[in-house]
């Protein structure tokens, strides 16, 4: 079940549980619907209440104040967030399990935001809500840390690494990135020590604008699209190309492809140590 505010559809739905994590997904959300256009729906998981206590203890509350308060709280910080922006906002408070909730909000939406703080509740998608979100939304997911995205510069960075993952990635890039922002596509020549993010061999980067030209082949790209081939640890390059930049957007491939810079391995510790928001495209 839901309550929302009336309103226009969503395209990007962000989950807010209160954390600063869940908050700076939302303020990332706004700000993408700003950016590219349409409309933004906040959801939060109202406490689900705990079984009734024995003679003598404190009551619980009814399911409807539970979900009243968690409404009160999730439009204080829209409020709070939304103020002089231009995207419309809705919300909705759900009840029940909150991944199966989500799921459903997300399923015609472009993008799912959720916080990554590691934790369990709704904004920890580093927790078991986020990793099973993430298996059963066909949308793109964002995972936006405390403060990501915060003043970054109009920049989505794509990893790429020639797999049908990551040129989903790099579309879906060229696609959402508004009037003001450009793609950078970084292709990574592994180098065991690496060495500061060094240029790749001109072999390699010559390979890599061919797979940018044929991932972009027939697709409208509105967006400028730079090329990058660096060499060294594919994450390592990647987290810090990312730093102040929008985000970063990784293909997520269900289990690593084999190759030379392979972004199935790379998922892992970008989400852990991306101070950014990090979006994660199934191919």
Known sequence: MSTETEGSGAEVVVGVD?????RSALRWALDRADRR?????????????????????????PPQDLTAAAAAELEGMVTEEAAGRSAPVRTRVLTGD???????????????VLGNRGGERLGGVVG?????CGRQVDCPTARVPADGGRGAEPVLVVGMEGTEHSRAALRWAVGEAGPAERVEAVAVQYEPFPHGGGQADPDFEEDAHRAVAGALEGVPAPATVDVVALRGAPSEVLLARAVDRQALVLGNAQRPALGDAVVGSVMGPCLRHAVGPVVLVPG
């Open 18 to 22: 209160g954390t600063p994590a869940s």
């Open 37 to 61: 256009g349409g409309a933004v729906l906040a959801v939060t998981v109202a406490d689900t209440p705990p079984p009734p206590v024995g003679a003598g203890g404190a009551a619980a509350l």
């Open 98 to 112: 909150p991944v199966t909730g989500l799921a459903e909000q997300a399923r015609s939406a472009r993008l799912l």
């Open 128 to 132: 078991s809500v986020g990793r099973s």
